[in-house]
């Protein structure tokens, strides 16, 4: 059973370009959130997808913007990228219909540098 | 606003000792509490789930502990060894409905052989 899965791993990118980070979540699970962790710090909420559309949002701006297909897999994507967008970016998967406990499940993570 | 804090920020042991690494919150209204390892440049590992009604869980050598109204949490790890130093997590749901998790910024653990 194949557990939470993004890409890319690794990805560096230079100030203004736009960048997309995919996520596939854990089998049978169909709410991926996406959470950002700064260097030395927790992650922090970014946003959070369930069937297909954006449910709730963390302190974000408009440059964060992502997208849930109908097979539950998720795409982050950030325009107009700045330096402080350097950090990991980890995929979480959660929900389904069978025994829900509410326990979110992350992946490896997408290291994005912004040079 | 909820707040999570994790204390100590480090911790450095000798192999075999039992510790004990904590987490506060500052609203006790969450839905379930999780601990998480974290190795260097990694994703997260979740180790415990206590849901709000629960008082404490168990998986092998990790015990965590949960009281909801004084908004504190404990991980205690018996008979520590070099492969649990790591970066342990710890975050709370709040109960929203959303499964939104709010961390804390990690205790470091060293375990020396």
């Known amino acids: 059973d194949a557990g939470v899965t993004q890409s890319p791993t690794h990805l560096i990118k230079t100030r203004g370009q736009q960048v997309t980070l995919r996520c596939s979540p854990k089998?049978?699970?169909?709410?991926v959130s996406w959470y950002q962790q700064a260097l030395g710090q927790g992650p922090q909420f970014i946003f959070q997808?369930?069937?297909?559309?954006?449910?709730q949002r963390g302190n974000f701006p408009d440059r964060f913007s992502g997208h849930q297909f109908p097979n539950y897999s998720s795409e982050l994507n950030v325009n107009a990228l700045l330096l402080g967008d350097s950090a990991l970016y980890l995929c979480?998967?959660?929900?389904?219909?069978?025994?829900?406990?509410?326990?979110?499940?992350f992946g490896e993570g997408s290291r994005l540098t912004v040079l | 606003k909820q707040e999570v804090t994790q204390i100590p920020a480090a911790l450095s042991v000798p192999e075999g000792e039992n510790l004990v690494l904590n987490c506060s919150f500052t609203?006790?209204?969450?839905?379930?509490l999780q601990w998480f390892r974290q190795d260097p440049g990694k994703g997260l590992t979740s180790l415990l789930l206590?849901?709000?009604?629960?008082r404490e869980q168990t998986s092998g050598r990790l015990n965590a502990s949960l009281d909801k109204s004084s908004g504190r949490s404990t991980l205690y790890i018996a008979a520590s060894q070099p492969g649990d130093s790591a970066t342990y997590l710890c975050?709370?749901?709040?109960?929203?409905?959303?499964?939104?998790?709010?961390f804390g910024t990690g205790t470091r653990l060293l375990v020396s052989p």
């Open positions: 089998s049978g699970h169909d709410t």
């Open positions: 997808y369930y069937e297909e559309e954006e449910r």
């Open positions: 609203d006790s209204a969450i839905y379930n």
């Open positions: 979480a998967s959660s929900g389904g219909s069978l025994s829900n406990t509410g326990e979110l499940f």
């Open positions: 975050a709370v749901n709040m109960n929203t409905g959303f499964q939104k998790l709010v």
């Open positions: 206590i849901q709000s009604s629960q």
